[in-house]
């Protein structure tokens, strides 16, 4: 399996965009997919996942401004992120973990503009 980011690019504070990753081989099973981001000097950081049978949870930084989804006929997932912050710029990854191993897309950078 592997996973193909996009959607990232450059937004002004305030603005949205939609990130896609999307899989080569299809996925039967999963324990979770989720979104990951890595500013400079920073440790990756979790902002959104996705657990088998559709629970969610996000950072607390990007509560109520991002959302995660998934397209099973497109073995796609996807995060939205509307007001956008600053703070917000970061690569972003990503990832998909299945019951014996996990799978992580190139990432892609999102840059926020104040």
């Known amino acids: 399996v592997q996973l193909q980011a996009s959607g990232g690019g450059l937004v002004q504070a305030g603005g949205s965009l939609r990130l896609s990753c999307a899989a080569s081989?299809?996925?039967?099973?999963?324990?979770?997919m989720g979104w990951y981001r890595q500013a400079p000097g920073k440790q990756r950081e979790l902002v959104a996942i996705m657990f088998n049978g559709g629970m969610t949870d996000y950072a607390d930084s990007v509560k109520g401004r991002f959302t995660i989804s998934r397209d099973n006929a497109k073995d796609t997932i996807y995060l939205q992120m509307n007001s956008l912050k600053p703070e917000d710029t970061a690569v972003y990854y990503c990832?998909?973990?299945?019951?014996?191993?996990?799978?992580w897309g190139k990432g892609t950078q999102v840059t926020v503009s104040s």
């Open positions: 990832k998909v973990s299945l019951p014996l191993t996990a799978y």
């Open positions: 081989g299809r996925i039967f099973s999963f324990n979770a």
